[in-house]
């Protein structure tokens, strides 16, 4: 085994990940999702943070273009405020 080199079980995921970490020269950043399989099946995903940044913010985005979609299928209706206050009571 060569310095330097870690040996790890392929059995267990954990191990499979630290492998991906491992394998990659820690000063470059992966342009591209390492994906973790279990069974031959994609189980997770390893992104950059900024890439999972931007998922997160177009997820934010899309779920506030659903809200103002729901919100402007309703009819606006306006009551006086003096209707108003008089309920609140």
Do not use: W
């Not at 040996?7 to 342009?31: E, G, N, W």
């Not at 390893?46 to 177009?58: A, F, S």
Request: proline share 6%; charged share 35%; aromatic share 6%.
């Amino acid at each position: 085994m060569a310095t330097g080199t870690v040996y790890l079980p392929s059995k267990s995921r954990v191990c499979q990940f630290a492998r991906i970490i491992l394998d990659h020269d820690m000063k470059k950043v992966a342009k591209e999702p390492e994906i973790i399989t279990r069974a031959g099946k994609p189980v997770s995903v390893i992104l950059p943070i900024k890439d999972y940044q931007k998922l997160l913010n177009r997820l934010e985005d899309a779920e506030d273009v659903a809200c103002l979609k729901k919100a402007r299928s309703k009819p606006l209706a306006f009551r006086q405020l003096a209707d108003y206050l008089a309920d609140r009571k």
